[in-house]
């Protein structure tokens, strides 16, 4: 797992430099010429000064015109190299992160992805990402930057005076001890804010999702209340990084004046005393001296960011690879035979099992009710069918394969799901049909037809705007998306888990009666509404009790055995 991680974490950062190599070199070669152009003007100054003063064998100022000219020009042609290539760079690494961290999160499994903190992935893809291209894209090209003043600076001063540059060294020593104290904290400072970003996100998340509950139980306070504490708890551990942030900057700051006043009083001891320093030299030191302190001082920091960045890298790689669940090998285009639990007993908590040596037999192209009291398994019994929690024992058998042995793609492409809460994107009706999805118009218009959308679209066009998770639609407007899609697909299984429970009768009515009127389609059918109209179409009813099946048979066969469904039966009317 550890080398599976390595090799995942070694792919994303891949992502920052994939396709984007030109952009990336221009913005290094850029960051190099910076630090050039830094030194080249600080020797411009030493020359001025050392002209203004007379010194022999100092450039002309006519010369030194000229030099000037010339160095605006570069500086210019800098500027635009850093305009066009390092924003492409960045735009392109983050984009491509991030895209190829959604392919993945996409791809996961539903057993895989269902106990997961939504959250976590949220804040990993905006505030860490932010973080990532702050504190490790962008400061990779300053750290370059650096590298190259504080190496021409030391250089250019051991030309100049290898004593002044010897006591520069040694009065450098002090930013250089203080920024390593300080600059290691900084990496969990940065993933405490990150964790706190993902509770703030998952408290709003929840606020939000829930108004209609807030608003009607009056828990408008207590909501607050909650917000404002993760709110509290977030912003917080941002004060704090921000203090260590001014921490490392104000020591750097206070022991690099300190290192220039000292390298500043014994240049003018040198250069009153005749030890071959002029004044421009004098001034061309302590204008150096900047170029060696700030790395030492700021370079921990900067290191600093980037573990703390990588770590948030890792922190991505790590829920990206949570439960990831091996998956079966085998391919299934079409269930021609039916699905079979042979003796399946399943819960999600050990010593708490909720379904108890299950046995049916589903038979392809027929039509299933699974019905009972509430909490006796008839949810958990459908979400095994689509792979969402493989750790049943027993078999669970597509055709006579194993559900554990067929490809998690295959058996998406042979089942849909229309559950009672259905999702819908804030995008068109077309759009949410097909899921973003080209077909051929007669398919299209053939699933709208079937799952009786034609009025909605009648009246609003296929390109209405659905609205944020459908709330331009009713419920039952949505419902018939659901089908829609499902039909669409043509897939062999239709699942729907009390895909009417949250609807007016006359809509819920309609509703089941689309579904049991499909041909072709093998339908299993989790509902609470015993209509009897609606129970004699269906070839068989699975009546569950404390999670086993207690009577199975059509709708007049358990009638006359008046058993566990009668009673359910006469208590519903």
């Known amino acids: 797992m550890q080398m599976k991680t390595k090799s995942l974490k070694k792919q994303l950062t891949a992502q920052f430099y994939h396709r984007n190599m030109l952009a990336f070199l221009v913005s290094t070669l850029a960051a190099l010429a910076s630090g050039s152009l830094s030194l080249l003007i600080s020797w411009l100054m030493q020359q001025l000064v050392d002209a203004a003063s007379g010194v022999h064998g100092s450039l002309s100022l006519l010369e030194l015109a000229k030099a000037s000219v010339g160095f605006l020009f570069l500086c210019i042609i800098l500027y635009i190299l850093i305009y066009i290539a390092k924003p492409a760079y960045l735009k392109r690494a983050m984009q491509q992160y991030k895209d190829y961290a959604f392919d993945m999160l996409i791809h996961k499994n539903i057993s895989s992805f269902k106990d997961e903190s939504t959250a976590a992935y949220l804040s990993s893809l905006t505030n860490d990402a932010t973080s990532i291209e702050n504190n490790y894209l962008s400061q990779q090209f300053d750290i370059i930057t650096m590298a190259v003043t504080f190496v021409g600076a030391l250089v250019m001063m051991l030309w100049y005076s290898p004593l002044l540059t010897a006591v520069a060294i040694c009065v450098s020593i002090l930013p250089l001890f203080a920024s390593i104290l300080t600059g290691g904290r900084l990496e969990a400072a940065e993933v405490r804010v990150s964790d706190r970003n993902k509770d703030f996100t998952a408290a709003l998340q929840d606020c939000l999702g829930g108004f209609s509950i807030v608003k009607s139980f009056k828990a408008e306070k207590e909501i607050y209340d909650l917000f404002k504490e993760n709110n509290s708890s977030l912003e917080k551990e ?96 079409h269930l021609s035979k039916g699905i079979e639990l042979r003796n399946v007993s399943f819960g999600y908590e050990e010593d708490k099992e909720i379904l108890h040596h299950i046995s049916v037999r589903f038979e392809a192209g027929k039509s299933y009710a699974i019905v009972g009291g509430s909490g006796c398994g008839k949810s958990t019994l459908l979400n095994l069918l689509t792979a969402a929690n493989t750790g049943y024992s027993g078999n669970i058998l597509f055709d006579d394969a194993e559900l554990r042995n067929i490809s998690t793609e295959s058996l998406y492409d042979l089942i849909s799901v229309i559950q009672q809460n259905v999702f819908v994107f804030n995008a068109s009706i077309k759009d949410n049909v097909s899921m973003f999805r080209d077909f051929p118009k007669a398919e299209l218009d053939e699933a709208i037809r079937k799952a009786h959308l034609g009025s909605l679209i009648t009246e609003r066009g296929k390109d209405y705007l659905c609205g944020e998770n459908g709330k331009g639609l009713s419920g039952g407007e949505k419902q018939r998306i659901s089908i829609a899609r499902s039909l669409l697909k043509k897939s062999s299984v239709l699942l729907i888990d009390e895909a009417t429970a949250s609807l007016d009768a006359q809509t819920a009515h309609q509703i089941s009666d689309n579904l049991l009127d499909l041909t072709g389609i093998t339908r299993i059918v989790v509902t609470h509404t015993l209509a009897e109209s609606q129970m004699r179409r269906y070839d068989e009813i699975i009546v569950l009790k404390n999670g086993t099946i207690t009577e199975s048979g059509t709708f007049d066969f358990l009638m006359e055995k008046k058993g566990y469904f009668y009673a359910l039966f006469t208590v519903a009317q």
């Open 238 to 333: 941002k004060c704090n990084r921000q203090r260590i942030k001014s921490i490392i900057g104000m020591i750097g700051s206070v022991t690099g004046i300190f290192a220039q006043l000292a390298v500043f009083l014994v240049g003018a001891y040198l250069t009153k005393n005749g030890y071959g320093l002029t004044p421009g030299a004098l001034l061309l030191f302590v204008n150096l001296m900047n170029y060696i302190i700030e790395p030492i001082a700021t370079l921990p920091g900067l290191l600093a960011n980037r573990k703390a960045a990588l770590g948030l890298v890792d922190k991505l790689t790590d829920a990206l690879e949570q439960n990831s669940g091996s998956t079966g090998g085998l391919c299934l285009t």
